[in-house]
């Protein structure tokens, strides 16, 4: 396995997943900004907005009722590749 590292600032513009075990929530960040506004869309799963109103993040609350692995991750990308 690889593991890459990258600045401050190209992690600002990378979505990020964090799992924490010791409170069993699941943070998908899809882009670094304040939160103007949140919302509990179902119990425990609640969706961070910013002052923009698209969404900033996703917020599982315990995760491992949810989601089979907390701790692992596959990523994998659909669709056409980016062309350079």
Same mark, same amino acid.
């Given at each position: 396995? *690889?593991? @890459?590292?990258?600045?401050s @600032? &190209?992690m %600002?513009? #990378?979505m #990020?997943? =964090?799992?924490? !075990?010791?409170t ?5 960040i899809? *882009?670094e900004g !304040?939160? $103007? /506004?949140? /919302?509990? =869309?179902? @119990? +425990? =799963?609640?969706?961070d907005y +910013? *002052? /923009? %109103?698209r969404?900033?993040?996703? &917020?599982?609350?315990? $995760?491992?009722e949810?989601? $089979?692995? !907390?701790?692992? =991750? $596959?990523? @994998?990308? #659909? %669709?056409?590749q980016?062309?350079?």
């Amino acid at each position: 396995m *690889r593991l @890459e590292t990258s600045s401050s @600032e &190209e992690m %600002g513009k #990378k979505m #990020k997943v =964090i799992y924490d !075990p010791e409170t069993d929530t699941l943070d998908l960040i899809f *882009r670094e900004g !304040p939160i $103007a /506004d949140s /919302d509990e =869309i179902r @119990e +425990g =799963i609640i969706v961070d907005y +910013g *002052r /923009d %109103g698209r969404i900033v993040s996703l &917020e599982v609350l315990d $995760a491992s009722e949810h989601v $089979a692995e !907390p701790q692992s =991750i $596959a990523y @994998e990308l #659909k %669709g056409r590749q980016r062309v350079p």
